[in-house]
């Protein structure tokens, strides 16, 4: 009984005033640990996402969230708004006032009212400390905050792969909470000057693409880490005719559209490219072939490869620097620091290129695992690249002969083929007398599907382009 009555006088005074409802509720973390917490985890996405290398596109995004900040509930903490370099279509935001917004998502939104939605929806988690509230609520149950990468989280540590604080992003926040902030987002556009009819209409748009790829690219898709949009576009609406006024009419959507050109659609080069099962660095000249089936995720620090249902295998593409010394001292070194040993291994050439392949064990996070890895030095020497697969002793016959295979197909690309492969583009062109979406995307190369296109236009596959009126299409 004792301990009952101590655990809940501990529970008592560990609840705060909420800033956005005035209620008291659990909060283990202070102000100043959530913008710590924030702070940390910002280091981590920009080293494993970057930063989206445009600053016209940053200056915009800044200057649209410092708006929504200002009519927040918590205008005083360090806000800081990045776009961050991912084909996902997606937003999240970290404790503390970081808020981000994938490059991917800036086609789809119409206008600069809807990008004002995105982004105050996020400013509205920060607000109701939505991310610190599900910290202390694991803190208080014992489980501790999983805060595993989604780039074969097993391995990040022994590998050196994405940060710990990158799990801060994935945190499921429930149906309520998202109704929060979208309710919340739409009140502070509104009070910006924003037209809030935006949040519907990006809700609607969002809906729409939820039916294409989940994920991309080691980033989920906002369909993953949001609740459906279509229950949500009904909830709004009562937000929306609450926020109206003869201020709130802004959609400035002539000032969006000269951002949007130009910005890259998809991987882009500077980071390598997936086609297929192929990943293609034309800016550092290789390539190299994944396993078939398997999911792969492409981040600053990596490439990882990782089969359906099975967590614990993964094939990783690293760069392991350049080394004087040669490959066999450079394999044992590399693999001696991931608390691995040499069990065999020999030198090879892989497409003329000098390499050495080894089978290891180790032990990681108490348990013994297997990897074979291949250590291959570029013609010109000015780089070793590690293809390593790993898995627990118990899964590596899932990984070892896949491996084996993604270790021979590394390749250099040729001047010619690396120049060939070029940034798909937003652009815009004029819709001719006859066109359909179909005959749009078929102009363009086919570089996106006509389903793709007309959602980026706010239009239905069905639905027939006006003749003369100027169109997005990626190139």
């Known amino acids: 009984m004792r301990a009952i009555v101590v655990v809940a006088l501990f529970l008592i005074s560990a609840c705060a005033t909420n800033p956005v409802t005035g209620k008291r509720e659990l909060m283990l973390v202070s102000e100043a640990q959530e913008i710590q917490m924030g702070r940390e985890a910002d280091a981590d996405v920009q080293k494993s996402m970057g930063v989206y290398a445009n600053a016209r596109w940053q200056q915009y995004v800044t200057d649209v969230g410092m708006r929504l900040a200002r009519q927040s509930h918590r205008p005083n903490l360090p806000w800081k708004f990045t776009v961050v370099d991912e084909p996902a279509v997606n937003a999240f935001a970290l404790p503390g006032g970081f808020i981000y917004i994938t490059r991917g998502i800036l086609p789809f939104l119409r206008d600069e009212a809807e990008l004002a939605s995105v982004l105050g929806h996020e400013v509205g988690h920060v607000d109701a400390r939505h991310s610190a509230s599900q910290v202390s609520k694991q803190q208080a149950a014992g489980i501790g905050l999983a805060l595993g990468s989604v780039l074969a989280p097993k391995y990040q540590d022994a590998f050196n792969l994405a940060g710990s604080g990158l799990g801060l992003m994935f945190l499921k926040f429930g149906r309520e909470d998202e109704l929060e902030a979208d309710t919340l987002g739409t009140g502070y556009a509104a009070r910006a000057g924003w037209d809030p009819a935006g949040m519907p209409g990006l809700l609607d748009t969002l809906a729409r693409l939820e039916g294409a790829s989940g994920s991309s690219r ?23 005719a609450a926020s109206q006024s003869p201020t709130a009419i802004a959609r400035n959507r002539p000032e969006f559209e000269s951002h949007i050109a130009g910005v890259v659609f998809g991987d882009a080069r500077e980071k390598g490219v997936v086609r297929g099962r192929e990943f293609i660095h034309p800016v550092l000249r290789f390539a190299l072939t994944f396993p078939d089936g398997w999911d792969i995720a492409n981040s600053n620090d990596a490439v990882t490869a990782q089969p359906a249902g099975a967590d614990g295998a993964a094939i990783i593409l690293q760069p392991v620097g350049a080394a004087a010394s040669n490959l066999q001292v450079t394999a044992e070194t590399s693999m001696s620091k991931s608390g691995f040993s040499p069990v065999s291994g020999g030198a090879e050439r892989i497409h003329g290129l000098e390499a050495f392949v080894g089978l290891y064990e180790g032990v990681i996070q108490n348990t013994r695992a297997g990897a074979q890895a291949g250590f291959v030095r570029m013609s010109d020497r000015s780089m070793i690249y590690r293809v390593l697969g790993v898995a627990s002793s ?82």
């Open 218 to 240: 080691g980033v989920p898709h906002w369909a993953l880490t949001h609740p459906p949009a279509p229950e949500r576009v009904q909830k709004v609406q009562e937000a929306v």
């Open 394 to 475: 118990a899964q590596f016959d899932l990984v070892r002969a896949p491996a084996t295979a993604a270790i021979g197909s590394f390749r250099e690309l040729s001047t010619a083929e690396a120049d060939a492969i070029q940034n798909r583009q937003i652009v815009f062109q004029s819709v001719r007398s006859g066109d359909t979406w179909a005959s749009i995307a078929a102009a363009v190369g086919n570089t996106t599907k006509p389903s793709t296109l007309a959602i980026m236009n706010g239009e239905t596959l069905d639905s027939t382009p006006r003749p003369g009126s100027r169109v997005r299409v990626v190139r």
